[in-house]
């Protein structure tokens, strides 16, 4: 009987051996790939970061926080530039570097947006910019989410102040893309219209920036049924300076919600020449 009564130790050691040598024999992840992820997550500081910035408050949801896949190497409009800051969650000035909003919207795995690519289309016009990116964006979020009052457009609003106090600058534009929750209910996709409007009052008046530019996404998907009344509703926002870019028949993820990594290069192209269009016009007016 004994021998009988220590079998289960005896199985137990077994089991145990046998999850041992699984791990042993187990490939490690690929040490590129590794190393990748390890230099991504370190914050470089720049000898721009002290120097005056233009700036750009990134606002939205997740398609602006960025889900499009790291390929490896990245893209050359993806990567790093000294001369392209982001302000950090702690509201330091770093190099920027995908994801971009990884300290932001911390509770989704981020990955690639179109604020890189924009700001390499901006450098490409005048390479003597220095331009300083500030991520606010958060994953799933509605639009009255964002009204006046409530955490997340506090949180931009401050975002945006200390962005313009550290090292000083100028906001150039709010990149805004938002509004595939809002496509869920009936009811939020037609107030949409009027609580864009009234965001971009908002942060106008609170800003102290009158002709605040704001550049929004027209959806290129939605999570709801609703999806074309609030692209109606972009389309028909009647305030000056308000202008948009519109996703719609860019790649998507396999989730049909998503833009794929293909699809925020081109978007992040298409801002970068909205917002010189929006420039060069408004200089020639003066």
């Known amino acids: 009987m004994k021998p009988a009564a220590r079998r289960p130790l005896l199985l137990c050691a077994l089991a145990a051996a046998a999850a041992l040598s699984f791990l042993l024999v187990a ?18 500081t720049s000898p721009y970061a002290p120097r005056p910035k233009l700036l750009f408050l990134l606002a939205g949801q997740s398609n602006m926080a960025g889900r499009g896949l790291a390929p490896t190497p990245l893209p050359p409009p993806f990567r790093p530039h000294p001369r392209v800051l982001r302000l950090t969650a702690s509201r330091r ?30 450098l490409g016009a005048s390479p003597d910019l220095v ?46 893309f938002q509004g595939e929750s809002d496509t ?40 709801g049924n609703y999806t074309d009344i609030v692209r109606e509703a972009q389309k028909n ?33 298409m801002l970068g020449q909205a917002y010189l269009k929006f420039n060069s016009s408004t200089e020639s007016r003066q």
């Open 131 to 176: 331009l300083g990116l500030v991520p606010s964006a958060v994953g799933g979020t509605r639009i009255w989410m964002w009204a006046r009052g409530e955490p997340l457009y506090e949180a931009a609003v401050a975002r945006a102040r200390a962005a313009l106090g550290a090292g000083g600058g100028a906001l150039g534009a709010v990149l805004w």
């Open 184 to 223: 869920i209910e009936l009811d939020d996709a037609t107030a949409y219209g009027g609580r864009m409007e009234r965001l971009v009052n908002d942060l106008r008046a609170d800003l102290g920036i009158p002709g605040l530019l704001v550049i929004q996404v027209g959806l290129a998907s939605g999570e």
């Open 27 to 44: 490939p490690p992840p690929p040490l590129a790939a590794h190393l990748s992820s390890l230099l991504l997550a370190l914050p470089v």
């Open 237 to 269: 926002i009647k305030l000056p300076n308000v202008i948009l870019v519109d996703a719609i028949g860019l790649p998507l993820r396999d989730d049909q919600l998503h833009l794929s990594t293909e699809a925020q290069l081109r978007l992040g192209d």
């Open 93 to 122: 000035w770093v190099v920027a570097s995908p994801p971009l909003h990884a300290d932001i919207d911390t509770h989704k795995a981020c990955g690639l947006g179109p604020a890189m690519p924009f700001a390499h289309r901006l």
